[in-house]
């Protein structure tokens, strides 16, 4: 899987829109962008996912530049419940492992 | 729809025992994939199964191990346990596909068990 390069950590206000940048200069043009977070003393969980498209859903939407060499994780009004570490992972297709390959992650921190 | 869930919660073992960790995956998914959270590697994928076969396997030494039962239950053994095995191992489940990784499978995590090896 390709690299994934995302800022160590970020701050926010709480009930305010929160952007978290993700690149992915190597990106194949199969490779999907998932999203995961992983709050305090819980497991990774999922967030979002895309391919060319911009997407929404109930969480968080995800903008994905046009050449797909960086997406970017919105919240919309970030809650201190937000607060966790959010990675930005690329899957492609292929035989074998289904293992996610984790990076460091963006430590997101809400301010109440 | 009951989430992965993972036994023991917490354990503490001392050098040179073994362990053995379980994870039953969300009904319905056949591929469940291992993991080792530490501080200073962070998450890193140990195996993965799908329908009772090893299909791949991280960059980790022979004592660690696991399979997969019929129903998709899926234990992972650490054998000789050296301090560094200290650590948060989740297990993560996703539907799979028998042909290997599909590039919009979700996985979906336990809550994880926290190994404490003194």
């Known amino acids: 899987d390709a690299k994934t390069t995302q800022p160590n950590s970020m701050e926010s206000n709480e009930e305010e829109p929160v952007h978290l940048p993700c690149n992915h200069s190597?990106?194949?043009?199969?490779?999907?962008i998932h999203w995961y977070r992983q709050l305090p003393s819980q497991g990774p969980e999922y967030v979002i996912h895309g391919l060319t498209s911009n997407v929404n859903n109930r969480m968080a939407s995800l903008a994905i530049a046009e050449d797909r060499k960086s997406s970017t994780l919105i919240l919309h009004r970030a809650t201190l419940r937000d607060a966790a570490v959010y990675y930005c992972i690329l899957r492609g297709s292929g035989g074998g492992a289904d293992g996610l390959t984790f990076g460091k992650g963006t430590h997101l921190i809400i301010q109440p | 729809k009951a989430g992965v869930t993972q036994t023991p919660r917490y354990l503490i073992k001392t050098r040179g025992q073994q362990v053995t960790l379980s994870c039953s995956p969300i009904?319905?998914?056949?591929?469940v994939s291992w993991y080792q959270q530490t501080p200073g590697q962070g998450l890193q994928f140990l195996f993965e199964y799908f329908s009772e076969t090893q299909r791949n396997k991280g960059n980790f030494p022979g004592r660690f191990s696991g399979r997969q039962f019929s129903n998709s239950r899926s234990e992972m053994n650490v054998s000789t346990l050296e301090l560094g095995d200290s650590a948060l191992y989740l297990c993560a489940s996703s539907p799979g596909h028998r042909s290997g990784r599909i590039s919009t499978d979700t996985q979906y995590f336990g809550p994880g068990t926290r190994l404490t090896v003194l």
């Open positions: 009904s319905g998914h056949r591929s």
């Open positions: 190597t990106i194949s043009g199969t490779d999907y």
